[in-house]
Structures are given as C-alpha cells and as structure tokens.
C-alpha cells in the first residue's frame, strides 16, 4: 500500500495539507522508502542516534509490517512534541524488554495503535512511564502480564492520581491475600470506605489526613473529599473497582431500654479491586525479568 493508500484508508486523504510537516512528507517521499529516521527528520525532532534505532527497531517488531508502522504514525496529527513522547516511550519500553531478557514480538493493531497513540498525546511524566511499561508488557513475547485492547482506551482517560490509588489499593490487596492463607483471588478481598481513604492518605494523594473526618470545617479537607469521590467514580466507570451492597438485620433488641423485638435493616458498602483492575495495574507495571537473567548497563 503506498503512502496515498493509507492516507485514504485513515480519512486523510485530501486533508494532508492540514498536517503541517506531512504534507512535506507526504509530497517529498511518494516514491521513497519510509523509515524512522527519515519521519524524525521530517519533523525536525533532534533525537539521538541510539534512540531513533531502538524506536525503529521496536517499531518493525510490534506492527512486523512497515506498511502498517507507517500507517498508524499517519494516524497521528504528528507534531513535534506527540513524536518525540511516542520515541522516548518506545525506546523506554524497549529498554525494560532489553532488561527482563526478552526481544519485543508483533503486537495486533487493536492494542499497538491506540497505546501508541496515548503515549505520544501523554505529556505527564510519571504516566509517560505507565505507558511505556504497557507497551514493553504488550509486546512481551512471555505473556506474563497480558494487555487488552481495552486497556490504552482506560489508561487514555485517568490521571496519575487514579494510577497511582489503584496502584497501591494493589499493594494492599496482595498484602490481605498473603495474611488469609488459601485466598488468592484479588477479587474477594474488600475494603471499607474508611479503608481506601486510608489507603489514599498513605499513597500521598490528600493535602490533609484524615480528610474525610475534617471536610466540615476545612476547604483543603473537603477538596481531598471531592478529589476522592470523583476518582472513585472514575475507577468504578471502568470496573477497575466493585461496589458490593450487603443488606443485613440488626436487632436492636435490649431487655431494660427496648423490651420489644426491634429489627432494623443496615446497609454496609465494600469495596475490591475488580479482575479488570488487578489485570489492568499488572500491565501498567514493569516487565518482570526472566529467571537467571542477568542485567547489564
């Protein structure tokens, strides 16, 4: 497929002259062969030697058709500042392969295209390291920590504080496993809501402890609060995680002060990292490294 042919297949045929330096491109390497370089100079982007052929080198592995690299880097209102965020996550998401021993393998487009997209829209430092932890993880020809194609889509649309609550309510999740023996399904394991704003507090997310007890008479404390509720939505809109409601009666019964039979209903709210979430902070983590692999720098 020529560069037209993929133009036309991603609706930018005809449109090209909107994309600033790709109309250069596009004009200037009809009948030229497309390669990473040449698309970095295209876009006057000054990257090191070393970085633009360990980007190429990863590109080919992950989409293993040139055509199809080329393709999705059109689909990309390409600028300096996208390519330069796709390089440097590709070339970090390389390097972690490179450290855990293992070579990237092909990647299907409906994963490769979308987080390759979200890592060059990515601008926050601390989530440009999420991203490329999930593209080493998809091209991870071990499989040790799958990535969905839903997954670029869900990392897209949270911030480095989501990110960072699911990662550690993770940590705390392991922890309960480990200490009920014989419970190894993350899912089963439940926290109150005083428990994640404890969780939150200790991740270093809230302006003030135990802002959920001072939100009253204290503007920081009540910001915490709707910064809390609002990442507890977002995580809940994804299932990353479950609100369980269990219903139970509670009898208020009491010989001296309510000789009658007083049954009352009370309702108690937990909340678990769903399977979608415990899937979903292992593919956003680093690629585990092959047993007896030694790492060299």
Known sequence: MNVFGLLQFYGLRGKYQYAGRWAKLVKSRIMEPVTTAGLIKTAGIEVPATAKREAEGFWKAVYAEP?????????????????RNAVKATVEANRLLKAAGVSPKQVPLSIIHPALQGAALEEDPSLQAIWANLLANAADPRKLAPVS????????????????????????VVTKANEKRGLFHTAHVYFS???????????????????????DDDEQAAQDLRSFSYMLAMLKRHNL???SIWPH???????VKNPKPDFEVEIEIEYSLSE?????????????PTVNHVTTT
């Open 193 to 215: 809501d005083s428990e994640l704003h404890d969780i939150y507090t200790s991740a270093g997310l809230s302006q003030v402890p135990h802002f959920f007890l001072k939100s």
């Open 67 to 83: 055509a199809k690299a080329l393709g999705s880097l059109v689909a990309l209102p390409l600028n300096r500042r996208l390519f």
């Open 276 to 288: 979608i979430g415990s899937c979903f902070v292992v593919a956003c983590r680093q690629p585990t």
């Open 241 to 243: 995680i479950a609100e």
């Open 149 to 172: 194609a839903a997954f670029p889509t869900i990392l897209k649309e949270l911030s480095s504080r989501e990110v960072k609550f699911l990662d550690a309510l993770y940590n705390e």
């Open 249 to 255: 009666t509670v009898d208020r019964y009491d010989a």
